[in-house]
């Protein structure tokens, strides 16, 4: 990919609203299929998977590194967004616990791309951003439990989020979604009190 390229995909200008529900299915299908067969995925196969001509998603993604590039960025938003209606509409333990839970999710996905993730993310200072905003996400969520003593004191986002990055690695290590819930448990019973 050259830097025009990674510019073009991050200084796009606002499209149609058809042209916005196209991408947005397109983005939907690849983060499907780049979960379930890493990047390998068949650009061909999700464009169909997005009801779309190829060459719509190749006019939007010229290419699949473009694709990949704008998918991880929309789940990152995504998981972050996530946290503030989380906590307008669960318990705070339920809201953090549910996060966690996508955050899994976004890793399995991100995993399933890490190979291409590696050409694209080659800038420090980005995924230093990424971490960032993944870290205020859960001090969003940690906040409205430590006001009600359900949050153990001092815990730190950060050191949540590293916790929740090595729960994701080795459950896929061990190819098992189910052990990674397993251990949100036991992370769980560090940071909150009940």
């Known amino acids: 990919m050259t830097d025009h390229e990674g510019d073009t995909a991050r200084h796009r200008r606002p499209l149609r609203a058809d ?3 196209n991408e947005d299915k397109l983005l939907e299908a690849a983060a499907t299929a780049f979960a379930r067969e890493g990047a390998g995925a068949s650009v061909k196969d999700i464009a169909r998977a997005a009801g779309v001509g190829v060459g719509t998603l190749y006019r939007r993604f010229p290419s699949k590194e473009l694709l990949i590039e704008a998918v991880y960025r929309q ?5 972050c967004e996530a946290a503030p209606h989380l906590t307008a509409t669960l318990p705070p333990r339920d809201a953090l616990r549910t996060w ?7 890793m399995t996905a991100k995993q399933g791309m890490a190979d291409a993730l590696a050409v694209v993310l080659t800038d420090d200072n980005e995924k230093l951003h990424t971490r960032a905003l993944l870290a205020d996400a859960i001090a969003h ?3 409205p439990g430590t006001g009600t003593s359900v949050t153990r004191p001092g815990v730190d986002a950060q050191d949540v ?4 990055g090595g729960i994701s690695l080795m459950a896929a290590g061990e190819q098992q979604r189910d052990l990674a819930t397993r251990l949100i448990d036991l992370l769980l019973h560090g940071v909150v009190t009940g």
């Open 75 to 79: 789940e990152v938003q995504r998981l």
């Open 161 to 164: 989020l590293m916790a929740l």
């Open 100 to 106: 966690m839970e996508h955050f899994i999710d976004f």
């Open 141 to 143: 969520l940690l906040a």
């Open 19 to 21: 042209a916005q529900r």
